[in-house]
């Protein structure tokens, strides 16, 4: 069955402090995989779409990468403003309308 | 840039009443989608619809129904509101069938 695992569920960082968030999957036939930002009470945010392994996208102090297994979430040099949750997910070739989405990282970034 | 709204941020309905809840998108999207999120259940599709007047159940319908006449506009339709239906719902759209969907601000619905 198609699942997506984030890790870690949560993460303090210091101002400044680069770290990566880690979304391992289990899809057939990956057609895309999908990182979202989510504040409290709003909506997803979407910010990046990887189709292959070895694929990488930047936006600002983020950037994607994509394995076969796994992508990552890169931050680097962190603000208090990038704190929310990160979600992660996956549209894979069985089920094209259904997104699978992980349970999220959520990111605190402290002054 | 693409924009979804929501007909209202927060909802409060008493048990048993029909609940509407609306979804405009602006960028000609084909595909709509409506989910649920709970704590520590994630997002979770309730129904979605790739074309006018068309529709598909998601994982967890039951209770729920929805109506897309115009191809900007799906409403997600409560027919009976039950308290275990609380929750923070979402709307999305997409351009394609493959492709990232983005998502509307969200409804708090507390159902009493």
């Known amino acids: 069955e198609d699942q997506v695992t984030q890790s870690p569920e949560a993460l303090r960082l210091q101002e400044g402090e680069s770290s990566s968030l880690n979304c391992s999957y289990t899809?057939?036939?990956?057609?895309?995989l999908f990182w979202y930002r989510q504040d409290p009470g709003k909506g997803p945010e979407f910010l990046f779409t990887?189709?292959?392994a070895g694929e990488e996208k930047e936006k600002e102090r983020l950037k994607a990468t994509l394995t076969k297994k796994e992508s990552f979430l890169h931050i680097t040099a962190p603000k208090p403003e990038d704190s929310a949750t990160y979600l992660c997910a996956v549209q894979g070739s069985s089920n094209f309308n259904k997104f699978y989405f992980g349970s999220g990282t959520k990111l605190n970034v402290k002054p | 840039d693409v924009k979804v709204t929501q007909s209202s941020r927060y909802l409060v309905k008493r048990t048993g009443e029909k609940v509407f809840l609306e979804c405009v998108q602006d960028m000609d999207h084909e595909n709509m989608f409506w989910y649920r999120q709970d704590p520590g259940l994630g997002l979770r599709l309730i129904y979605f619809?790739?074309?006018?007047?068309?529709?598909e159940k998601g994982d967890i319908p039951e209770g729920y129904s929805v109506s897309r006449e115009k191809k900007e506009r799906f409403s997600l339709i409560l027919e009976s509101a039950s308290t275990n239906q609380t929750s923070m719902y979402l709307c999305a759209s997409s351009r394609s069938v493959i492709g990232e969907q983005y998502f509307g601000p969200g409804t708090r619905l507390t159902v009493t």
């Open positions: 619809s790739y074309d006018v007047k068309m529709k």
């Open positions: 990887l189709y292959s």
């Open positions: 899809v057939s036939g990956l057609r895309g």
